[in-house]
């Protein structure tokens, strides 16, 4: 029986460690992710196109917690499933997918930052209902088409992976430039007005959201990129045998940890929202209020002055 590539098969202190670890992301992504989505159906005031992009990027960034990481558990922890190629299959195909799905969302929230501080008054001009919805469909089939080359060449597909990646990287590294060059001199602009005015309260916003932007790019960076790199490698392997000389033991190695790191990006992009997106941490705090029945003080004693103020 042929042995399956890419079944996780490393030594067991470090196939524990990765396994615990994909639990614990795995729980950080599902539960972070889905409170976002709840949030956004829930509220009118976030259901917004430019939110579009991050409800796309939210339902990847669960699916990766509800269903991949805990594949990756089941293969971490048990030999016959590591041993299971058609379960092995379907994990690597699903990775393929969320993880291609969450690159494609991270792209569009880039380019739609870009849009939002580049064309501010004539937005919805640039950006209109049909545009994301075409938008969304294309970075989700893309990923869904890719995994299938795989059934011909792990070479071709590790290419298409590289070329797809570096497409989605030099777009996002361009808005990058774009949207820091564009916050800085807006700061830099607000800093210099005295008076408080709507268009600078609307500035203040979307310079907070840009950075937000910013973090997430930085983060799939760190996370995700790496793949892409181990793909290179293994594309040049397959077209020059021996030009980069690795065992399977470290191929396997290489794979599991990078694999994990990767997937840790789901679980930090509801952070980033919590921490610096106002609109997002006023509505979870306000849902976590609800949730547990429990009301500030203050804002009782604000809302009965608001009371008295309008009996009057």
Not at 169 to 188: D, G, H, P, Q, S
């Amino acid at each position: 029986m042929a042995k399956c590539i890419y079944n996780l098969d490393v030594s067991e202190p470090l196939r524990y460690f990765l396994g615990f670890a994909n639990i614990l992301q795995g729980l950080a992504s599902t539960f972070g992710n889905i409170l976002v989505l709840i949030l956004v159906i829930n509220n009118r005031r976030l259901r917004t196109r430019s939110n579009a992009f991050l409800f796309s990027l939210a339902t990847s960034d669960f699916l990766v917690g509800a269903t991949l990481e805990p594949m990756f558990v089941v293969q971490f922890f048990s030999h016959s499933y590591r041993e299971d190629c058609g379960f092995n299959m379907i994990r690597r195909y699903l990775s393929t997918l969320l993880m291609g799905g969450a690159v494609g969302s991270i792209a569009l929230v880039s380019y739609d930052r870009w849009m939002h501080l580049t064309k501010t008054i004539r937005y919805k001009e640039f950006m209109p209902k049909k545009k994301v919805a075409i938008l969304l469909t294309v970075a989700w089939i893309i990923p869904v088409l890719i995994p299938l080359v795989r059934l011909t060449s792990e070479v071709v597909y590790s290419a298409i992976i590289i070329v797809y990646l570096c497409l989605i990287l030099a777009l996002m590294t361009t808005c990058y430039f774009v949207i820091a060059k564009i916050v800085r001199a807006r700061e830099v602009n607000l800093r210099q007005r005295e008076e408080i005015t709507p268009f600078s309260r609307t500035t203040t916003n979307h310079v907070r959201v840009a950075k937000a932007v910013i973090l997430v790019i930085l983060c799939l960076l760190v996370t995700i990129m790496p793949v892409c790199v181990y793909h290179g490698v293994t594309a040049l392997n397959g077209l020059s045998p021996g030009l980069i000389n690795i065992s399977d033991n470290t191929k396997e190695i290489c794979y599991a940890v990078l694999m994990t790191i990767g997937l840790a990006n789901s679980g930090i992009n509801p952070v980033i929202y919590y921490y610096r997106i106002p609109e997002f941490r006023k509505s979870m705090k306000s849902f976590g209020a609800r949730l547990f029945k429990w009301k500030n003080p203050n804002e009782t004693s604000r809302s009965a002055d608001l009371s008295t103020d309008t009996s009057v």
